[in-house]
């Protein structure tokens, strides 16, 4: 298989780039990082300094760490979650079925694979992540979730396994992570192809996209990465020759070469206290998919700022004379820029009546004194 992904034509150049967002976190950290089925590890602990806050990323789980099938049902998901307009519900739950996950990958089906297809999903609903961040003279914060809470199903099975009318329930931090942008895009078939050829090649694509993205804010089309933080971050054996630590790295190297991803397998090792800086050249397809992504971006912001001109000045208008009878001693300009994104929305107008209802029900109930800061709280839940 390796062989035909590596005979593709690269005059082809990048096709219509179909971007997916995952969390950030699962791209900076380890998660699927499960290499073979024997003495596969439970739990994958990450410690590091970044831009002066400590952070501690922890990955536990009661069988083993994810791997391949959990990533491909995470990419599946990810497909159809980058599809749906945003914000998601805090309810959200997406329909699946084990036949259109396999159909997906273009795997043949059958009963064992539908049973490793339900072990993955279990196993990512029971693998939790613990995430610690605690930056210079402010207290530490705490974050625990696992991708998936729950999942539901019923209808035909094989087996002992439901192939249809299922479920996915997802964690708050989750659907928090998405709907704040804290996401990372990444090529769909890039995606598709390096999970499907090589996980680690999968990994190190994922942190070149994140640290290129930063990069290129310098104008810069190379990325450095020390060996010990790749090894950690993508979770391998951290060698202690350079030998074998380029033998380790060399397969793939050698295939994010071919996709077109790098444009050569590094040479640069740099050699310091005992470890080594490796550095990468950006491929053509790799800059052309921060491109796209970089377009799409401005269109989006364009878009935006058309809907902005869109809100009449009539509606603001009346939209702040009901706020400002509600609140008595508040002025335009404290509400005046909420309005206006809020009435961008479909249901602009009743959000925002909403809220008033809202903080009128409080100050009845004799719970807020403050009532221009108690409905500034309240509309920028609806934003």
């Given amino acids: 298989m390796e062989e035909k992904i590596m005979k593709k034509e690269k005059e082809e150049g990048l096709k219509e780039f179909q971007a997916i967002f995952s969390p950030m976190v699962l791209a900076k950290y380890p998660y699927f990082v499960s290499l073979t089925s024997i003495k596969r590890k439970r739990e994958v602990v990450y410690e590091a300094e970044e831009n002066g806050a400590k952070v501690k990323w922890i990955v536990e789980s009661r069988d083993y760490l994810p791997g391949e099938m959990e990533l491909k049902v995470w990419i599946w998901i990810l ?8 914000p998601l519900p805090s309810n959200f739950t997406l329909p699946y079925s084990l036949s259109e ?3 997906y990958w273009n795997m043949p089906k059958s009963g064992k694979l539908f049973s490793l297809i339900v072990r993955a999903i279990k196993n990512l609903r029971l693998t939790g992540i613990e995430y610690w961040v605690e930056k210079p003279d402010n207290p530490p914060v705490r974050i625990t979730f696992s991708l998936l809470i ?3 199903g019923k209808g035909e099975k094989e087996g002992e396994e439901i192939i249809d009318k299922n479920l996915f329930f997802f964690h708050p931090s989750v659907i928090e992570f998405i709907n704040q942008g804290i996401i990372k895009p990444s090529d ?12 680690i090649a999968f990994r190190i694509y994922e942190l ?16 450095n990465i020390r060996y010990s933080e790749l090894a950690k971050r993508v979770e391998l054996r951290q060698e202690k020759h350079r030998s074998l630590a ?3 790295l060399n397969r793939p190297h050698k295939l994010l070469k071919d996709r077109g991803l790098i444009k050569e397998v590094p040479k640069n090792w740099k050699s310091v206290n005992g470890d080594w800086i490796i550095t990468y050249k950006v491929g053509e397809r790799l800059i052309k998919e921060l491109d796209v992504w970089d377009n799409k971006k401005q269109i989006q912001s364009r878009i935006k700022q058309l809907k902005e001109k869109e809100v009449s000045a009539s509606d603001v208008d ?10 008595k001693t508040g002025k335009r300009e404290d509400f005046e820029g909420l309005v206006r994104k809020i009435l961008q929305k479909i249901d602009g107008e009743e959000l925002i009546y909403r809220a008033i209802s809202e903080a ?6 004799g719970k807020i004194k403050n009532k221009t800061a108690y409905l500034i709280t309240i509309l920028k839940k609806y934003i």
Avoid: C
Wanted: no cysteine.
């Fill in 79 to 86: 497909d159809k979650i980058s599809k749906i307009p945003k």
């Fill in 101 to 103: 996950i396999a159909k």
């Fill in 150 to 152: 729950g999942e539901i």
């Fill in 188 to 199: 769909l078939e890039e995606s598709k192809i390096l999970t499907d050829t090589n996980l």
């Fill in 208 to 223: 070149l996209g994140w640290k290129f993205y930063i990069a290129k804010m310098n104008r810069e089309e190379i990325v």
């Fill in 246 to 248: 380029e033998h380790q």
């Fill in 318 to 327: 009346y939209a702040i004379k009901q706020i400002l009878e509600f609140t």
């Fill in 360 to 365: 009128k029900a409080e100050v009845i109930n």
